[in-house]
C-alpha cells in the first residue's frame, strides 16, 4: 500500500510540475503578445500625430490658397 501511495504521490507531482510549466511557457507568451502589441499601439499612435499634423498644414494650405485675395 505504501509503495502504491508513494506512486501515486510522485505521479501527481509530475502532473502538477507539468502544469506549472505549461502556465509559465504561457504566460512568458502573453507577456511576449502584450510587449508586442505596445509597441504597435506606439507605433500606431506616432503614425496617427504624423497623419494629423499632414492633415492639418494641408488643411492651412488648403485655406490660405483659397482665402487669399485675387
Do not use: F, G
Amino acid at each position: 500500500r505504501r509503495a502504491r501511495n508513494k506512486l501515486a504521490s510522485a505521479k501527481y507531482r509530475a502532473k502538477k510540475q507539468a502544469l506549472t510549466h505549461a502556465m509559465q511557457d504561457r504566460i512568458m507568451q502573453l507577456a511576449t503578445q502584450v510587449m508586442n502589441l505596445r509597441e504597435e499601439l506606439t507605433i500606431t499612435k506616432k503614425s496617427e500625430i504624423d497623419i494629423k499634423t499632414r492633415y492639418e498644414r494641408l488643411m492651412q494650405y488648403h485655406n490660405t490658397v483659397h482665402t487669399s485675395p485675387p
